[in-house]
């Protein structure tokens, strides 16, 4: 499938030919800060499915010092990607165009939620932290 995406005022739009896998919220405090919201809405996506399309100049990018970051507009502030140890490695649900034929699986780091959080009950599964098939892995996103 082809899965368009765009930031907020338009000038940078990449697309994806392939799936996204992993779709989770994440309610860490880093997420929130990343995601300038309650939690992250992200997906991760094969480097080689994905393309820009324009604006790619426009992009700011920015990682911690443990490597982990995203790539905004510079102009509007959109986040549209997760990156990686410089490379791209999800995108921000959020900025997806259409229907992306995959929705959220799984709620994470959902024991430090911002206070003011309420949690949908939506019948998907909620962890305190990472899901346990995930331990060794980072929490990014
Ligand atoms: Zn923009
Ligand atoms: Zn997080």
Redesign the pocket.
């Known amino acids: 499938m082809t899965i368009y995406g ?7 739009r990449y697309k994806i030919e392939g799936k996204l896998q992993n779709a989770r919220s994440c309610h860490c405090s880093r997420c929130r800060k990343a995601f300038s919201a309650q939690a992250s809405a992200y997906a991760e996506v094969n480097p080689d499915d994905f393309e820009w399309l324009e ?1 790619e100049s ?1 992009l700011t990018w920015f990682s911690n010092k443990q490597g982990f970051g995203k790539a905004f ?6 986040t549209l990607c997760g990156v990686v140890q410089g490379q791209i490695h999800g995108v921000t649900l959020g900025c997806i165009n259409g229907d992306p034929e995959i929705q959220l699986g799984m709620h994470i780091f959902v024991g430090s939620k911002a206070p003011w959080e309420t949690l949908p009950d939506d019948g998907v599964p909620q962890y305190d932290e990472l899901p346990p098939q995930w331990k060794d892995d980072n929490d990014n996103g």
Not at 73 to 78: L, V
Request: with cysteine; net charge negative; glycine share 20%.
């Open positions: 765009e930031c907020f005022c338009g000038e940078v604006g426009l507009c510079s102009r509007c502030g959109s």
